[in-house]
Nanobody, 123 residues
Framework: QVKLVESGGGLVQAGGSLRLSCAASGRTFNTAARGWFRQTSGKEREFVAAINWAGGITYYADSVKGRFTISRDNAKNTVFLQMNSLKPEDTAVYYC????????????????WGQGTQVTVSS
């Protein structure tokens, strides 16, 4: 089992920044790819960003490209999402996820989910 715990969410004004963290514990040897998804009430959970084990390959949703940056510290089993130039439409619950590969993660073939952290961007 792998446990994912997100932190760093909160309330920020439009144009501001937040940095989310997701710490993994347990059998983390199988957490090859890590990523972030987000969900608002009444909508499906959507892909935001993904990173492979070595950290050299990243993918982003078009809506966040150029504003969000995903990174990871494997020594600490932690993945980060730096969110800059935030917009009200970025408001959502952000979930951390793991998958066997970055392709699996992008295809929503998720092994583990975190509990989510709320991000609210005011206009």
């Amino acid at each position: 089992q792998v446990k994912l715990v997100e932190s760093g969410g909160g309330l920020v004004q439009a144009g501001g920044s937040l940095r989310l963290s997701c710490a993994a514990s347990g059998r983390t040897f199988n957490t090859a790819a890590r990523g972030w998804f987000r969900q608002t009430s009444g909508k499906e959970r959507e892909f935001v960003a993904a990173i492979n084990w070595a950290g050299g390959i990243t993918y982003y949703a078009d809506s966040v490209k150029g504003r969000f940056t995903i990174s990871r510290d494997n020594a600490k089993n932690t993945v980060f999402l730096q969110m800059n130039s935030l917009k009200p439409e970025d408001t959502a619950v952000y979930y951390c996820a793991t998958a066997q590969s970055i392709i699996a993660l992008r295809e929503y073939r998720i092994d583990y989910w975190g509990q989510g952290t709320q991000v609210t961007v005011s206009s």
